[in-house]
């Protein structure tokens, strides 16, 4: 007997914050085959490159994946987040070079990347289990990148990188929101709802 899977279940993932983190990921490493650093480094950008490219390739053409994407919901016009953080990095950046605007862009990009995401889950309200537990594991990724830049601060000398602190900051704060009503559902045993 053949069983039907039932996509409307699966739906919650953001095509367009997707996107915007391949964005992110395809402007941060323009440098992978001109600075060298490590063969970690660069399968490590390869990696990142290779899983973003593929998840919005998988959510626009897979036929099975496609149809659990939720194209009415996921409405957030995410291309107008492009063009104020690339003047943002014109104006502010540590060195106007080509590849120094285009990482400081995706610095600025990256903060504000999840807001499709979050609106999304906003408007669907109830968020099944994975969805809830990625979007949790994406700013819990992010929180700890603070706790290991203030670690940084008291130990090495000169660790200062205020767009990079700012941006941060600024990504971990959409967070709170959903942080707050993810808590409260995992302490009442409870499925996450956000409010409308």
């Known amino acids: 007997m053949m069983r039907v899977f039932n996509y409307k279940h ?75 953080c690339l003047i943002l990095a014109l104006l502010i950046n540590e060195k106007f070079t080509f590849k120094e605007v285009m990482w400081t862009f995706s610095l600025y990009l990256e903060a504000v990347a999840i807001l499709p995401q979050l609106v999304l889950l906003q408007r669907t309200r109830n968020i099944d289990n994975l969805t809830g537990q990625y979007v949790f594991l994406l700013g819990a990724y992010r929180a700890l990148y603070i706790v290991n830049w203030i670690y940084r601060y008291f130990t090495e000398d000169h660790f200062v990188h205020w767009i990079t602190w700012i941006c941060g900051l600024v990504q971990t704060l959409l967070y709170a929101d959903f942080f707050y009503y993810y808590f409260q559902s995992w302490k009442n045993n409870m499925k996450l709802q956000l409010p409308a």
């Open 10 to 84: 699966s739906r919650g993932i953001s095509l367009k914050t997707q996107e915007l983190y391949a964005i992110v990921f395809a402007t941060r490493y323009l440098d992978i085959f001109t600075n060298h650093i490590s063969p970690y480094n660069t399968i490590m950008k390869l990696i990142f490159l290779g899983s973003s490219f593929s998840i919005v390739w998988y959510m626009r053409y897979h036929k099975i994946v496609r149809r659990s994407y939720d194209k009415d919901q996921d409405t957030f016009r995410h291309y107008i987040l492009i063009l104020p």
